[in-house]
């Protein structure tokens, strides 16, 4: 399997590529350099034991400056030429452009596939916001293949994981509605406006529970997508930061993640920050309710 030196990537829990290929069962051909590939790198390392080229987008990070990556088109025209299949894993399952939606361009999936790779895989989770699992799609005869494999049946999603796949997908047959249907596309691609306005009425429902207990302060803030997706690009956002007057800011994060309903945010500047942009209006209550009890029990000195 011939990848560039540049995308031999590691993911959460440090799975990297090259391990996974070996596990496979494969032989790795790493060919280029870390930042610059060319065709002709592909290309001089075929041989007749080669089984196929294979692209991976570095969902969570960037090789910047002085650089070159070859393009699925050419992959493909080569991987044609050689009759050889090209696979592209996308770590994240983007469905659609996301600058639509006034964010930076990550790849979509639709456009591995009409650009003619021959496999494309990519999570449930992540971008997609389903439930976690591994997606393949593309040439009916590759997917056959795939589906033949005898550990297919030991790997296959439960019925469960298929019902929480299909809702998630169906949000997608109606993309003007996702800002108020899917949850991880409202939080990437919500105004900033709408965001203040949230942190304002939380910071204010906060007060209203803490007493003279703790120190309530909004900031704008950045907010990071992570999903595997938008690496390096920051995304406008608020957040309001709580600091205990008895109790650190780890104490204070430990005791909200043990709260009856676990509120979750992180620490900055000895303050425990709530991204608005990770609240839904509805929750500013919960999240109230949770601190109130929090404050109870937190002596004023």
Known sequence: VIISRGQLVEIGGAFRMPEVIRKSGAKMMEVGTTNKTKISDYAAAITPKTAALLAVHTSNYR??????????DELVKLGRKHNLPVVHDLGGGVLLDLRKWGLPYEPVVGESIRAGVSVVTFSGDKVLGGPQCGLIAGEKNWISKIKKN???????CDKVTLALLESTLRLFLQPKQLMKTHPVW????????VVRARAVQLQKALAENGGSAFEITLR?????????????????????GLRSRTLSAT???????????PVLGYLRDEYFWLDARTIRDAEIVLVAQMAKQLFAT????
């Open 251 to 261: 104490e204070l994060a430990k005791k909200f993640r043990l709260a009856a309903i």
């Open 298 to 301: 937190t002596k004023t000195p």
């Open 63 to 72: 090789v910047l400056g002085f650089t070159q990556e070859v393009h699925l």
């Open 220 to 240: 704008p803030s950045e907010a990071e997508a992570g999903s595997g997706a938008l690496p390096i690009e920051k995304i406008p956002s608020f957040a309001v």
């Open 186 to 193: 409202r939080m990437l691609a919500e105004k900033r406006r």
């Open 150 to 156: 005898p550990l297919m049946r030991a790997l296959r």
